[in-house]
Each structure stands twice: as structure tokens, then as C-alpha cells.
């Protein structure tokens, strides 16, 4: 008798560890598209699933400004890339290339990454591509020329656009990726793609043009325009 008591409290327990492993599976079904992505257009819904293209592509975008890839960036983080850039380019404390440089980068942490809009504030991936997708899913901007004047843009070009003649060289640009300690086997594929009209610079309005795509294109497969890899080369699955 204490036998098939204890048989029917094990087949007992299994059924209901079954019906537990069901409603954790139907969970993971639902839960795939994040609570705050459930409202938006439903190419959007699927940028914002775990795994995601477009989240492969922002991953990217976050590494390059996580600079010490603890998965949280900090003005730490950015003041290294500015101390680097100081380095490379030979900044003088003190010197108004060094201001510029110093402001361009707080300006887009505080403005972009910071979650309390100053200096002490943080960003995870989490929140980025939550950021990212709930601004892009609204596209407040209905063209690329509107999307320069409510987006940091113009600033990251300005800061890339170290002599300010409205082009972006491939000194230019490998000062760009050393400061920021991208990987060097992806610089020219990235430099090329960039460069729309391979006229072998890259003008304002390319550099425009491709965040516009690279941001506003829900995903990173096959019909992405010609700009998938602003920061480095997104991974296959
Ligand atoms: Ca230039
Ligand atoms: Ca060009």
C-alpha cells in the first residue's frame, strides 16, 4: 500500500512537473516579443525578439561603445574613446580640437546613452535597442533630412570629420576605428560600404543616409540597403 502510495505521488509529481514544462514553453511563446515592443507595427515586434537581426546589429553598435565590454556603458567608457582619439590625433590639453572632440562625445552620452541625461547615467543593450526600436518604430522623421535634425548624427560625423571639410578620408576614419578599437580586418569593408559613390570619401550625405537605413531597417538580411555594417560585420545567426 505504501508502495503505490509513493508510485502515485511520483506520477503525481511528473504530471505536474509536464504541466509546469507546458506553461514555461507556451511562456517563451508569448514572451518572445518583449511587453514593450506588444503595440508596434509587427515588423517591429520582430526586431525586438531575443536573437533578432536587428538586435545582432545594435549589438554591434553597443560593443563599440561598451569600451571595456562589461555590458553596461558608462561616460567612462566614452571618456576613454575621447582620451584615445586625444592620443591618435595628438590633441593638446587645453586646445579647442580637444573641446570639440570632449563636447561631441558628451553631448551624444547624455543626449543618447545616459538613462538619467547627464554624465552618471548608464545604458545596457536592453535598453538601447528598446530606445532604438521604440524611436525608430515611431519614425517621427518622414525623411533622411529630417531624421539629421532630431537624431545625434550630424555630431558623430562632426567628431569623425576631424578638419571639418565636409568629408570623411580613410585617415579620417581609420583614426575613427583606432580610437574606438574596432576590429581592423573589418575597417575597409565597412569604409567601402559607407562610401555610396566609391569616389573614395565619405561625403555628409552618405554618412547620413547610411544611419538612416541602418536604423530605420527593422532587420539585417537580405534586402537591407547598402549600409548593414556601420560599425563592424554583423555575425551570420
Ligand atoms: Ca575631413
Ligand atoms: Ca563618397
Known amino acids: 500500500m505504501q508502495h503505490m502510495a509513493a508510485a502515485f505521488r511520483r ?3 511528473a504530471s ?7 506553461q514555461q514553453l ?12 506588444s503595440s508596434l507595427p509587427s515588423a517591429w515586434q520582430d526586431a525586438a525578439k531575443p536573437g533578432s537581426s536587428y538586435r545582432r546589429k545594435m549589438k554591434i553598435h553597443f560593443n563599440v561603445c561598451d569600451y571595456d565590454k562589461d555590458g ?10 575621447v582620451d584615445n582619439y586625444a592620443k591618435i590625433r595628438n590633441l593638446k590639453p587645453g586646445s ?4 570639440k572632440c570632449q563636447d561631441g562625445h558628451e553631448f551624444v552620452f547624455t543626449k543618447f546613452w545616459s538613462d538619467t541625461g547627464d554624465l552618471k547615467g548608464t545604458s545596457t543593450e536592453e535598453k538601447l535597442v528598446r530606445n532604438i526600436i521604440t524611436a525608430a518604430a515611431n519614425a517621427p522623421w518622414k525623411n533622411v533630412e529630417e531624421f539629421v535634425t532630431m537624431t545625434p548624427v550630424k555630431i558623430c560625423f562632426d567628431m569623425v570629420d576631424a578638419d ?7 585617415k579620417e576614419f581609420k583614426e575613427f576605428w583606432d580610437a ?3 576590429k581592423p580586418a573589418e575597417m575597409k569593408q565597412v569604409y567601402n560600404e559607407l562610401d555610396g559613390d566609391k569616389d573614395g570619401t565619405i561625403s555628409r550625405q552618405e554618412y547620413y543616409e547610411a544611419f538612416y537605413n541602418w536604423l530605420n531597417t527593422p532587420h539585417c538580411d537580405a534586402g537591407h540597403k ?10 551570420p545567426k
Not at 16 to 22: D, I, L, R, Y
Open 11 to 13: 506520477g503525481l509529481i
Open 16 to 22: 505536474q512537473h509536464v504541466a509546469w514544462q507546458q
Open 26 to 37: 507556451a511562456g517563451l511563446a508569448t514572451s518572445a516579443i518583449p511587453e514593450w515592443a
Open 72 to 81: 553596461v556603458v558608462r561616460w567612462g567608457d566614452i571618456k576613454q574613446i
Open 96 to 99: 579647442a580640437e580637444l573641446r
Open 164 to 170: 571639418g571639410d565636409g568629408f570623411i578620408t580613410a
Open 180 to 182: 574606438h578599437q574596432l
Open 226 to 235: 547598402a549600409t548593414p555594417n556601420i560599425w563592424g560585420i554583423v555575425p
